[in-house]
């Protein structure tokens, strides 16, 4: 059978499934409870018996999630009550019991309240962050997407910044992250140290480290998806709010009954008033660059940096059946740089600049054909550019570009076909392009076509205790002529009350990757570009992982232990960050990485307490060097968290202590110290000094009456300003040899301020 027949077999069926199913005037409410928990992020909690033989009208897809309640109360004549914000009891009787923190009734939910209130882990693995029910953790005063994402365990950063996040030993280029969908090659403000997306527009992020649904590709590491409101909201919200680093403004307007717009906007404050936050960031963000080296002859500098966002989403509910979203997304961080020097006895003046941006354009479709039903249609284009303009006064300007463009569309069927299995099957095909120019004036241009079909069954036994997705993505790279099948796996069995057991499983492939030439590409501040995947010495990568665990939720305790192993080949070295005596060397290799998370945590009434602790083991192999076996430059070996929270109606506070070793590292042999010159010792034979950190936050919310409430938050991060060192490397200054060591952030508060109308 040819590649192209199964692609267009496949692509029938998604489609053709669709078209099976005629429309009904009446709906089972068991019926009516999944199609709405496809709309809305919230789940039903039930015994089977409470709504067995109860069939209801269609419920108007045009009203909002508390109207949807107010229906459903009135044609079931049954109770469905909000519990978290989240979870919804269905019940007979009022005083009907419901323990939540165990949630056993619920199918997609082992744990809620995971390490704060709002994180859920769900059946397939899987970890949910309801913003709207969330509670607070250490240090963070705003819901930043990608920061919130490292509380959790196997998720690490080595340098404390949101566009280096390491799941599980990876590099953050490895990862994938969406926004409503669209895929995001720049994922942070500030080269990384706040998200680019604003934190105020996610409504949910959702994590996966392993087990990942086939509709997602691209990818050999986790996968990171981020979330709107997913409907059409009936009246106008605003918000507005300050902190020492920006100012942002939201609206969700109803331009009709049926559609409504949110805009949302956020800009950096520097331009305005400088707060000791910013300088802070200023100084960890550029240290030991172009910006912050100074040469002899300079008199003077004067940086100039800001960063923006803007986004937009418009949602309409076209049809009862018929919905229908748009989104647009546009982030940048712009820096511009003048010196002045003294060249043989005149003042000369020259600038350098450098923009990072993203744009981001997407348009989602989804048709519910019948209760059982439903096809999703998503396209999206991607636009990434980095640029920078290097002009140094005693030598010529240099010119350097990244841009990555990426056009995808994608079509998928979910199919319930009985109370036990659902179906999701579909096609996608994308179509991504590079283009580079480095400072010699050389330009490349590179592209791929790519198109994959995908299958995911999901099974779910009568009594509940065991829930198996099983299903795989076939992927043919068109210009290499590459065929690849990925097989998923996500397997929970319940145990006892207490106690489930999980597997998961994938093989993933990855055609974008990130690599630098030299350090001080990009005036050095952000050195990594984009490359397609698609010669010999750049080959598409691959990976495949396995691992199991066991969970136990009882008396609001709660304890889950998952051990995995990793493999990813085709490892380009000048995607690793290399600063040691393979910076300049261009070979392939690979990382296996082994490791156990853990978390222990407790509930009480108005208290949670947790602990993480991850040991793992990550090395290369890179066969050309020697010795070809030694420790991955972002392994951290031992990882242990301890946090608690405290709430109290609307006010929240949270203490957390972060602890691990430190990052490899090599080291001169004591013949190139004493010699000054760059003889290396074994690569990353030695490790930086233990990073420690203890981090509070606080917030309150409060009335200030005529429907405007307010909410302020102060954060304290790094409260006894340890001394971290995040990075170390060896540079020539002055025909001397030294050990340059980048510090991480220091004691930095943070408050913020916001209006809700």
Not at 159 to 174: A, C, F, K, W, Y
């Amino acid at each position: 059978m040819s590649k192209q027949f199964l692609l267009i077999l496949c692509l029938w069926i998604s489609i053709g499934s669709s078209l099976v199913f005629a429309q009904q005037k009446t709906i089972s409410l068991y019926e009516a409870l999944k199609e709405i928990q496809l709309r809305f992020p919230y789940k039903f909690s039930y015994a089977n018996q409470t709504i067995n033989n109860i069939n209801i009208p269609y419920v108007p897809k045009n009203i909002d999630f508390e109207q949807t309640l107010e229906f459903l109360e009135k044609e079931s004549g049954l109770k469905f009550s909000l519990l978290e914000k989240s979870i919804v009891t269905v019940y007979k009787k009022p005083e009907s019991n419901v323990v939540f923190r165990e949630v056993q009734l619920l199918e997609e939910i082992i744990i809620s309240n995971y390490i704060t209130k709002g994180i859920t882990k769900r059946l397939d693995g899987s970890y949910k962050i309801d913003y709207k029910n969330f509670g607070i953790l250490p240090g963070l005063v705003e819901p930043d997407p990608l920061k919130t994402v490292q509380a959790l365990p196997g998720v690490e950063s080595v340098n404390e910044t949101v566009s280096n996040l390491n799941i599980r030993g990876g590099t953050h280029d490895q990862n994938l992250i969406l926004w409503d969908g669209i895929k995001l090659y720049q994922s942070g403000h500030f080269f990384g140290l706040i998200s680019a997306i604003n934190p105020y527009l996610t409504k949910t992020t959702t994590l996966y480290k392993n087990g990942t649904p086939s509709k997602f590709g691209n990818s050999v590491s986790g996968v990171i998806s981020l979330e709107t409101d997913n409907y059409v909201n009936p009246k106008f919200k605003g918000e507005a709010g300050i902190n020492f680093i920006s100012i942002d403004a939201l609206a969700d307007v109803p331009v009709t009954k049926k559609t409504s717009v949110q805009v949302a906007a956020r800009t950096s404050i520097n331009g305005t008033f400088v707060t000791p936050t910013y300088n802070k960031y200023y100084a960890r963000a550029f240290q030991d660059t172009e910006i912050t080296s100074n040469s002899p002859n300079q008199i003077n500098t004067h940086q100039q940096f800001s960063f923006s966002d803007i986004s937009l989403r418009a949602l309409s509910q076209l049809s009862n059946e018929d919905k229908l979203r748009v989104n647009f997304v546009y982030f940048s961080n712009e820096l511009n740089f003048k010196e002045n020097k003294f060249i043989n006895q005149q003042l000369k003046t020259n600038q350098s600049n450098l923009n990072q941006e993203n744009l981001g354009i997407g348009i989602f479709y989804q048709k519910q054909w019948n209760s059982r039903v439903q096809t999703n249609v998503q396209t999206y284009f991607s636009n990434y550019q980095l640029a920078a303009i290097n002009t140094e006064i005693d030598l010529s300007s240099q010119e350097e570009r990244n841009n990555l463009q990426e056009y995808s569309i994608l079509t998928e069927t979910n199919w319930q076909i009985n109370n036990y299995i659902k179906w999701n099957n579909g096609y996608e095909f994308s179509l991504t392009k590079v283009n580079n120019t480095n400072f010699f004036g050389l330009n490349s241009k590179n592209k791929l076509s790519t198109h994959a079909v995908f299958s995911t069954i999901e099974y779910t036994s009568s009594n509940k205790k065991t829930k198996i997705n099983l299903g795989g993505r076939f992927n043919y790279f068109q210009k290499i002529n590459h065929f690849r099948a990925e097989p998923r796996l996500s397997l929970n069995q319940k145990l006892s009350e207490a106690f489930s057991l999980e597997v998961s499983g994938e093989l993933k492939s990855q055609t974008t990757t990130q690599i630098s030439d030299f350090q001080t590409d990009f005036l050095g501040i952000e050195n990594r570009k984009w490359e397609l995947t698609t010669a010999k010495n750049l080959p598409i990568l691959k990976s495949k992982q396995l691992s199991a665990g066991i969970n136990f939720s009882k008396k609001n305790w709660l304890a889950s232990a998952e051990m995995y192993t990793k493999e990813v080949k085709n490892l380009p070295s000048q995607s690793q960050e290399f600063q040691n005596q393979y910076e300049y060397t261009s070979v392939l290799g690979e990382y296996n990485i082994t490791g156990i998370d853990f978390l222990v945590s407790k509930s009480l009434k108005n208290f949670n307490i947790w602990a993480t602790y991850t040991i793992s083991n990550n090395n290369y192999t890179f066969p050309e060097f020697s010795p070809k076996h030694f420790p991955n430059n972002f392994e951290i070996k031992n990882s242990i968290t301890l946090g608690s929270s405290f709430h109290l109606n609307k006010f929240k506070a949270s203490l957390g202590i972060l602890w691990r070793n430190g990052k490899p590292f090599t080291p001169l042999t004591t013949y190139g110290e004493t010699q000054n010159v760059f003889d290396y010792d074994t690569a990353n034979s030695r490790n930086l000094k233990d990073y420690k950190r203890i981090d509070f936050s606080v917030s309150q919310e409060f009335s200030l009456g005529n429907k405007i409430s307010a909410y302020a938050g102060l954060s304290i991060w790094n409260i006894f300003d340890f001394n971290n060192i995040i990075n170390a490397y060896y540079k020539q200054q002055n025909d001397e040899i030294s050990l340059i060591k980048q510090k991480a952030l220091g004691t930095t508060p943070n408050f913020v301020f916001r209006l809700k109308f």
